[in-house]
Structures are given as C-alpha cells and as structure tokens.
C-alpha cells in the first residue's frame, strides 16, 4: 500500500524556528553574563526581530506539515505586524530596564519573543489545533510579562486578572471549537466550511449547536479582543502592567485576537448570506458588540484620569471599528482591516512609548502629570499629541485612512446585498462616536500645550525610545499620504480568506 | 454502546459546573480548579466526537489540550504564589486596587 507522507516544507517556518532559537540564546546569555547583560540583551532582541523580518522576506508561500502550517500573504502581512509591534514594545521598555527590572532582563526580553512566536504560528495556522495551540503560546507568556514587577501590588492584581480571564476564555474557547469539530468532523477551516454545510443540508436540526457554538467561540475570542461585554479585564492589566507589555498587548495580542477570529469565522465559517444557512449568521451578533465597544469605549475613556486606562478605553474601541471591516465581509472590507491594524500600530505603539518616556522621568501616569509639558520637552508633546491625533482620525495621518477605508467598506457591503441595510446604522454610529472620541483625545493636547504653568519636568529620551517615536512619526505621515502599497499588500488578505473581489 | 449523546450530556454538565464555579468562587484556588474543569469538559466532548465521527484528530487535539492546561497550570500557581506573598489573601474581592 502506498502512503503519502505530508510535505513537510519546514523552510516556510524558518522566521518561527530563527526567532524561538533566538530567544533562547537571550536567556542563555543573560545567565551566561551573571545578570550583567545591560542593554546589550535588548539590542540582542532589537536584532533578532530585524533578522526575522529578512527571513519573513525571503520565505516563499506555499502548504507544510499536511495542510496544518500555511505562508500566505495574509499570514505575512499580520507576521510584519507581529514583529513590528514586538520591535516598538522592546524599544520603549529600555528605560524600565533601567530603573526596575535588574535581574531579569533576559526573561523579559525572550518571553516577548515567545509570545511572538506564538502569534507568528497563530497567523500561519489553517486549521483549529495549530489555531489553539498558537494563541496559547500566545498568551501564557503575556500573563507573566503583565506580573513581571513581582513586587509591585498593581502588576501582581493585573497579572492575576489577566490569567483568570485568559484562561477562562481559553476553555470557552476550547468548548466551541469542540462543538465546530463535532458538526465538521474535520480540524481543517476550509474542509470545515463544506463540511458543516453538508451536516446542516443533512440534518435539518444541528442549528442550535451551531449557534452555541458561534457563541462560545465569540465569547474566547472576544475575550482577547476586549469585545464588550468581555472587556473589563482590559483597563486594569493596562494600568497595573509595566507600560511596554501594556503596549504589546494593544497591538500584538490584539492583532492575534484578530486574525484568530478571521480565520475562524471568515475562512471555516463563511455561508454568511446563504438563505440555507440560516444559523450562520454570526454577522449581526459581532455587529451589536462592535456597537457595544465603539460607544462604551469612547464614552467611560472621557472620564479616565490614568492616561494608560485612557489608552485602554480607546483601544476597545478602535476593535470596534475594525470590527466593521471583518463584518463588511469584502475583499475591501479585509483590505481595510488589514490596513486600520497596522497604522494603529505605529499610532497606539507609538503613544505607548511616550507614556513610557514620561512614566520614565516622573514615575506617574496621571493625565495631570502632562500639564504644560509642550513647553519643558516640545519634540515628545508634538509626536504624542500626532499620535493621539492619528488614533482619532484626523487627516492626513495614517489612522484617518484607516477610518475612511473600513466606513467605505461598511457602506459597500450595505449597497451590495439589501439584506445588509443595518450596515449603514453601523457606519452611522461608528462616525458618531469617532466624535466623542476626539473630545477625549484633544483634552490631553490640551492638558499639554494650553496649561498656565510650565510642567517642572522636563524628560529625557534614550535612543531606542526615541528611534521608537521617530518610527511611529514617519509611519503615519508616510502611510497618511501615500498607503497605497501597504493596501495593494493587505488587499491580498481577502484572496487568503477565499473572498474573491 | 453508550450513545455518543450521553458523553455529550455529562460534558455539558462539567462545563457548566466549571463555569458557574469561575463566577461565583472567590478562591483564586478554586477558580483555577474550575477552570481545569471546562477543560477536562471539552477534552470529554472531543474525545466523544472523534470516537463516534470515527477520525483520530480529536485524540491528538486532547493529547495537546492537556499539555496546554499543564503550562497554564504552572504560569497560573505562580502568579497566585506572588499575589500571596504581598497581599497575604488569596480572595478575589481583596484584588481590588485596579478599578476606575
């Protein structure tokens, strides 16, 4: 009897093997110096994300390990995110490494790194075991990053919150994805897609398990993506967590909150207008929770005195938006999602590492703290005040691209099929609310610029952290004017998920 | 044979208890073992699925289940083991420094 052996093609996992050796190497050197190893284990991780993304390059697309791995262009483009997110937590955090994490900074440094890994295989999966076994590799280390200060009474509450929740949303995870196994018979998300349309062709009454299935696997992955009503872990571990993993978790856990989600839904879950199916019709519910995250984020962010709570609030909502692109189900639709994530890196990244350079100096992250700072440090008040401008959506910044695109992808989607005419309330609201939103953006501009008295602190900036609000400064500006090639590349997520435009 | 909705049932049941025990315990300990519970539960539904659809992917799904849960577990007792160093409770309703 013939037996095929699956192809392997272990050189498409070539950034995850380099980058996974990497981290190790770091922890083996921060031991192998004594603890002594200063900022050279950070310039070792720095490295090692620029090494992977050459790797990432130069690796072809292409099928390995029987189907389970797979290198498409919606996987690089979320990897690019993955380690450009890693990258900017990793500069900014040289000034914590300083003051209060001495003797562990290779464990520091390398569970980042694990938890990129994790992501970089999250994004690569194309079936639900490699999809649960990525976000757990995910987010185990993140819940030590967010307890790293282990003497500290804030990290420790954030990172026992961050556990429960994670680990909670795990297993309603894990019981969905039971239940999608059970009706497919399969773990593969394409063969899944036919497969629970022949189950339901079949058996006329499988629709209840479908929708308790739906549900749960919102519910986990809605947990990840700080989707209310799972949200309220999100500003407590942004507060308590040191400010780099804070950031990390904005953009890294939650671009692999969303891929996650699209690869589920989008690609193992799609029959969204077919009349037969019914039951699969989890757009509306996703709808009425991105309605949930827009509004309750941008209203609870107003009245926020911590500045990295603020930087919480927002940052439900901007999932709300994004939302609105996965729920548009088009080809511009996942353009435009792939497109809004990566000008919020560079904006939320970059705000974040602000907040670390001034956490740095005064060891506050009070809004009051920033009062009249314009005048004492002009160059950091000027790009944080670019960075909370891009988060809200003012042109010619990368963030209002992002907005315009995924509201002209809702308002398509609703042109397209009649039975998608809610979309345009969506789109309404998502354009209400974005004004709400500047309220409270703008309040810190003006905390900074128009205070009668000069802030008596005046900060000082270490070259990572300085490269990075340099990046995330030419990335908006750059990707504002001129984001065409980052949405020719991200047009192509919606070939990867079987949606043909 | 036991039918494969009897499997089915008692998952169910484990799953909720699971949940119930998360929500309404304030024993960081005993939220944790909760959890484990849910786990177990939908390792049962798995294995029940892949037994009676008669495919293997279930078996190895478990098998990679219980490797997940154990490393949670180790993450999960040392978080709890520092949280008890500087606050001496283990009581979720103490954890209540961070609120808005």
């Known amino acids: 009897m013939e037996f095929a052996?699956?192809?392997?093609?272990?050189?498409?996992?070539a950034p995850e093997i380099f980058l996974f050796l990497w981290a190790l190497l770091i922890i083996a050197y921060?031991?192998?110096?004594?603890?002594?190893?200063?900022?050279?284990?950070?310039?070792l991780a720095l490295a090692g994300l620029m090494i992977t993304g050459l790797i990432l390059g130069f690796t072809g697309t292409g099928h390995g390990f029987g189907n389970m791995f797979v290198s498409d262009t919606a996987a690089k483009f979320f990897k690019i995110i993955f380690l450009g997110s890693a990258f900017m937590a990793i500069g900014s955090s040289f000034g914590i490494m300083r003051e209060k994490i001495v003797n562990h900074r290779g464990e520091f440094y390398g569970l980042i790194l694990f938890s990129t890994v994790g992501m970089m295989f999250l994004s690569s999966s194309n079936e639900l075991l490699s999809l649960y076994i990525g976000l757990e590799l995910t987010t185990i280390p993140l819940f030590v990053l967010a307890a790293f200060?282990?003497?500290?009474?804030?990290?420790?509450?954030?990172?026992?919150?961050y556990f429960i929740v994670g680990a909670f949303s795990s297993a309603l995870l894990l019981y969905g994805i039971s239940f999608l196994y059970g009706l497919s018979g399969t773990t593969d998300l394409v063969q899944m897609k036919i497969n629970i349309a022949i189950t339901h062709l079949t058996f006329q009454n499988i629709g209840v398990i479908l929708i308790l299935a739906i549900v749960l696997v919102v519910a986990g992955i809605g947990f990840k993506l700080s989707l209310p009503p799972f949200h309220q872990w999100v500003p407590d571990v942004y507060q308590g967590s040191p400010?780099?993993?804070a950031a990390f978790l904005s953009v890294g856990s939650k671009a692999a909150g969303l891929i996650a989600f699209a690869k589920i839904f989008v690609n193992g879950l799609f029959a969204f207008h077919h009349p037969d199916m019914a039951p699969n019709d989890w757009g509306r519910l996703v709808a009425l929770l991105a309605v949930a995250a827009m509004i309750l984020g941008n209203t609870v962010a107003i009245r926020q005195t911590n500045i990295k709570r603020m930087l919480?609030?927002?940052s439900i909502a901007q999932v709300g938006y994004i939302m609105i692109g996965i729920v548009a189900m088009n080809a511009l639709g996942m353009a435009a999602m792939g497109f809004y994530i990566f000008a919020y890196m560079f904006a939320n990244m970059g705000a974040f590492a602000a907040v670390a350079i001034v956490e740095d100096k005064t060891g506050s992250c009070e809004i009051s703290t920033y009062s009249g700072l314009a005048r004492t440090s002009p160059l950091l008040s000027a790009t944080f005040a670019v960075f909370l401008l891009s988060l809200a959506g003012i042109p010619p910044l990368a963030g209002f691209m992002a907005k315009f695109y995924i509201f002209a992808a809702g308002i398509q989607a609703a042109q397209h099929d009649p039975g998608l005419y809610w979309m345009y309330w969506l789109v309404g609201i998502a354009l209400l609310t974005t004004v709400f939103a500047i309220y409270y953006y703008a309040n810190i501009i003006k905390q900074m610029y128009f205070a009668k008295e000069p802030s008596p602190h005046k900060v000082t900036y270490n070259f990572p952290a300085l490269t990075v609000l340099l990046i995330g400064l030419a990335g908006l500006f750059v990707f504002g004017i001129y984001p065409e090639p980052v949405l020719h590349f991200a047009s192509g997520i919606a070939s990867s998920f079987g949606i043909i435009p | 044979m036991v039918p494969v909705s009897a499997y089915l049932i008692v998952a169910i049941v484990l799953f909720g208890i699971g949940t119930v025990g998360v929500l309404i315990s304030r024993n960081m300990i005993v939220m944790f073992m909760c959890i484990e519970l849910m786990l177990n539960a939908a390792n049962l539904a798995l294995i029940a699925f892949s037994r009676s659809?008669?495919?293997?992917?279930?078996h190895a799904f478990v098998f990679l289940v219980l490797t997940v849960a154990a490393a949670e577990a180790a993450v999960g007792l040392a978080i709890v083991l520092a949280i008890y160093r500087n606050r001496e409770t283990i009581n979720i309703d103490r954890f209540s420094i961070l609120k808005w």
Do not use: C, H, Q
């Open chain 1, 5 to 13: 052996f699956p192809e392997y093609n272990l050189r498409l996992m």
């Open chain 1, 30 to 43: 921060d031991v192998l110096t004594k603890r002594k190893s200063e900022t050279t284990a950070g310039y």
């Open chain 1, 149 to 161: 200060f282990k003497d500290d009474k804030l990290s420790v509450e954030a990172g026992i919150k």
């Open chain 1, 243 to 245: 400010t780099p993993v």
């Open chain 1, 312 to 314: 919480g609030y927002s």
């Open chain 2, 53 to 58: 659809l008669e495919v293997m992917d279930g």
